[in-house]
């Protein structure tokens, strides 16, 4: 699990730079460059169709790198409750309950 959220949140961010983020930064900079940075921050270039649409091309990426983060709590979350469960069976066989666990003498609601 932790193999998928390492590539879904570095293939996610790889998709939001090359989609999104440079292109726009590119454009950005050339609208600086030949008219001036009041014009790279206006509203009239900032809503033109292709900065629309370079923005919403973003969303795939979020989406993919969303996928990874979840993945990873996920992932954490298991080896929460894997661990408790090994510090609950360590704790168990110092304690000489191992043997009447697994008879189903004691249950956990005994301890």
Known sequence: MIR???WA????MLMEIVLSLLP????????SVSAGYWSARSAEFMQT?????LRWMRMAGDTVFAFGAVAFGYFVLRLMIASKDRKDYHWRA???LGSKLK?????RGDL
């Open 49 to 53: 169709d292709l900065m629309q649409f």
């Open 24 to 31: 726009i930064g590119l454009l950005q900079t050339y609208q």
């Open 4 to 6: 998928v959220a390492f």
């Open 103 to 107: 008879s189903g003498a004691v249950r």
């Open 9 to 12: 949140i570095n293939v996610g």
């Open 94 to 96: 110092r304690n000489g």
